[in-house]
């Protein structure tokens, strides 16, 4: 491809409403092109490296016995409510309306239509096991997209499904497509760390992410060094410290004039966070919810909303804490008339100070379960970098990332929805076992970007670089050097090499600058200086010296450095 002919220019200036340096270069270098918010168009540089990531992709799928097939993203909103999943997502799915009125949506997965699919055609446990897939558009209506293609509302997402006769086969069918993401990242040029997660909106007991660890990423997770533990922080589990023994002491109240906040009490009653018991008020589906944590912690909202069962949550407006009967910065569990959901820290402790629901007191030397009782007691507490690994009791490090994976067990949550089920050996009944499998194609190539970069531009992995080869002909107005340059060029695309040909009447600066901005593994330069000497000068993006090398042998030089196939 000649630059003069490729649909897309490249930007001088830094766009204003790029946040993060995927989606500044990915805008600057003339990859895609924003159409509305969270939505963006692939120009031709940007597609030929998705159609080579779905490439990867689609090589590891098949090794590991998936099928691909093509699913509507179309679909009749009754079998989302079917699975129950319409009120869960709520106002992230696109609903629209046909003619005849019928309610519809555009799907951001695609459980529920397989499903029904696999009830049709499975008809014995001889029809298992099976694992299909498929490289599809997806749409959710994210309240904030960011990042260019890290948080969008219209993507491609490669969305593969198992099914099983038993726990046993969703086990193997599980680890046979850990074991193909692991090919996959790795073949994308993309380091990534496989995490526990929470399985949210889809479902199932048992999830896993692959981040890719990058500063602007989105997501946090939390490592143990000494023995390898690695979680999202909205899954991880921690070693919560026990507080010093002591004798419960009688509850008494205490006044705090002005007080209403942990750090404001643990100060004016000279007392560690931890010997503080905090509240946080939210509402969950209609119902004030009472979240009692100790002091020094903070609460993880994912574990709550999935401690309530998966409710939708909020933080109380003041005029609901007070209909609740509760006092804003003194709030009690002690007759709260709310659902009370206890972090496991508050037995770790005794003689805590707490709420009185009395505005300027509170109480001393709460007890639990003594002086309150909980609906759920159970982990809540959110983790934080330096805490201690509740594996080895190492210390757990916080790091950034994106998620560019997401594996779950699903079990027999929507085969049972769906009755999905098979005979078995002895002619009875069972549902299929599920599991799902999902990456977001064009958030991998947004992380590949985030992680191989520099100041001058990206630096984009081989394997799903547009283009292996950057020819710049400098000078090109000559006759010898375009007549150099354009052999060369023939000489490349005969060699079966990727080449963008960079044939424009530009200054040397502009060239240049393009050459690192785009990326592209290699840089030749035909120049007459060059000419002279009947050699052609190479250097790869990443570094290193130029090498000048004859004429001729230019095109089997590049194929050396390049895995051609």
Known sequence: M????????????????????????????????????????????????LRKIEQIIREEMDAAGAQELRLPVLQPLEI??????????????FRVQDRRERPMVMAPTHEEVLTSHVKANVNSYRDLPLILYQIQTKFRDEPRPRGGLIRVREFDMKDA????????????????????????????????IMVEADSGAIGGKHSHEFIAPASAGEDTIVLCDSCGYAANVERAAFAKTATPPEEPLPLEEVATPGVKTI???????????????????YVADGKMVFA?????????????KNALGGAQLRFAAPQEVAAAGLTVGSASPIGADAAIIADDSLRLGSNFVMG?????????????????DADVVTDIALVQDGYGCRVCGGVLSARRGIEVGHIFKLGTRYSEAFDCTFPDHADALRPVVMGCYGIGVGRLLAAAVEQTNDEAGMVLPESIAP?????????????DVAGAADALYGDLVDAGVEVLYDDREESVGVKFNDADLL????????????????????????????????????????RSLLSVR
């Open 292 to 304: 009692a944590v100790r002091g020094d912690l903070e609460v993880n909202e994912v574990k709550l």
């Open 467 to 479: 283009y292996k080869v950057w020819l710049t002909a400098l000078n090109v107005e000559r006759e």
């Open 263 to 281: 750090e404001r009490l643990a100060s004016y009653l000279d007392i560690p966070a931890w010997k503080t018991i905090k509240a946080v008020l």
């Open 2 to 49: 000649r630059v003069s002919n490729l649909f897309g220019k490249t930007l001088r200036d830094e766009p204003a409403e790029a946040e993060i340096a995927s989606h500044r270069l990915m805008l600057r270098a003339g990859l895609i092109s924003q159409v509305a918010s969270g939505v963006y168009s692939y120009l031709p540089l940007a597609w030929r490296s």
């Open 161 to 192: 499904y198992s099914f099983d006769a038993d726990d046993e086969g969703l086990d193997q069918s599980y680890q046979a497509m850990m074991r193909a993401y692991g090919r996959i990242y790795e073949r994308c040029g993309l380091s990534t």
């Open 80 to 93: 989302w409510e079917t699975s129950g999943r319409s009120e869960v997502l709520g106002r992230d799915m």
């Open 356 to 372: 009185s629901n009395k505005d300027g007191f509170h109480l001393r030397n709460a007890n639990f379960p003594r002086d309150f």
């Open 519 to 558: 990326g592209l593994p290699i840089r030749l330069v035909v120049s007459p200086r060059n000419i002279k000497r009947d050699v052609v000068e190479a250097r790869r993006r990443t570094g290193g010296e130029a090498t000048l090398v004859p004429s001729g042998e230019a095109a089997e030089y590049v």
